[in-house]
């Protein structure tokens, strides 16, 4: 592999820093899915308290802070987990200023979650790209500290990285990691270090088919910062371009990019809600999609599926529970 400017020991640092502020989060084991010596354990970072594994990567960058920066502000550009996580960490460190500039169609109980948290919320764009594009140029002009979300930033990838050593301690013989794919930095964070721990594991994306930002990024070899959406999606934390830190690296670390219905993916929220009880948002699901639409190309015997957040809109998962009946 080439050299580049993140590493596993940025990860290995970023758990020293920030395993103090946060709870492990649970390694449950399914009750509905594998047979025999085939397993299968959902890693519960929907119940981070931001409900989101956005709060890792948000509370490592912002220890790194000077004074400076921390009295200047921080502000983000958010679809809503990535806004929450920056809130909670800001009040953890007693950061008082906080800005979370969202697009317009952000669910509303995300939005709720960043005002609990001390969030000032601005709606900025129709969709996510629209509201970084707006957003970045704002952040510039009143002078706050920005916060990435995924694109380049070294301590980001980081904090998100330190998933996979926390579940290589709980579980030791997992072999495969499925992990839903939006901008990349959490697939990359968790890719570098579960390769450095474990060479031989397996670490498999997972995206919807409304947006497949990587897939195409990867194989047309272009970096693509925008992606449209194909159709609707429930899938939020999903949509949009990639990062470029993932984009340079992500190829070499992961061994498959599996692209999964949206309708699964509803299947699978509606599964994990009612059957394995625990509450789930889209982009989450997707994993769990995966093995339902494809459970040999995902492969492995003992699987962990990352459930990244689980801040679902509350009118979308009625709608999704009335329609399983």
Do not use: W
């Amino acid at each position: 592999m080439r050299n580049i400017p993140f590493s596993a020991q940025d990860v290995l640092a970023a758990y020293d820093t920030i395993h103090s502020y946060l709870t492990p989060t649970p390694l449950a084991e399914s009750l509905y899915l594998g047979t025999g010596e085939q397993r299968y354990f959902f890693k519960l970072e929907s119940e981070q308290p931001v409900r989101s594994f956005k709060i890792r990567g948000a509370l490592n960058k912002m220890c790194s802070l000077t004074s400076s920066e921390r009295t200047r502000g921080v502000a983000t550009v958010s679809s809503g987990n990535h806004g929450s996580a920056v809130g909670y960490a800001a009040r953890l460190l007693g950061i008082e200023r906080k800005l979370v500039i969202v697009p317009k169609n952000t669910p509303q109980a995300k939005i709720d979650r960043i005002v609990f948290y001390g969030g000032q919320v601005f709606r900025m764009g129709n969709n996510y790209d629209e509201a970084h594009a707006l957003g970045i140029e704002y952040i510039k002009t009143v002078g706050m500290t920005y916060i990435d979300a995924y694109y380049e930033d070294v301590k980001i990838y980081a904090g998100q990285g330190t998933i996979a050593v926390e579940l290589l301690a709980q579980q030791a013989d997992v072999d495969t990691i499925v992990v839903p794919i939006g901008g990349g930095g959490l697939i990359t964070g968790i890719a570098v270090a579960a390769k450095f721990l474990k060479p031989d594991i397996r670490i498999i994306g997972v995206q919807t088919e409304a947006c497949p930002a990587m897939v195409r990024a990867l194989t047309d070899h272009v970096f693509y910062e925008n992606y449209p959406v194909t159709g609707e999606s429930i899938c939020d934390s999903l949509v949009g371009g990639v990062g470029k830190l993932s984009y340079e690296i992500l190829g070499d670390y992961i061994d498959d990019i599996i692209v999964v219905r949206e309708q699964t993916i509803r299947r699978a929220v509606q599964h994990m809600i009612l059957n394995e009880k625990f509450v789930v948002e889209g982009g989450s699901a997707a994993t769990l999609a995966a093995v339902f639409d494809d459970a040999e190309r995902v492969g492995g015997r003992k699987i962990a599926l990352v459930m990244s957040g689980g801040n679902i809109d509350a009118g979308l998962m009625l709608d999704l529970l009335r329609s399983s009946r």
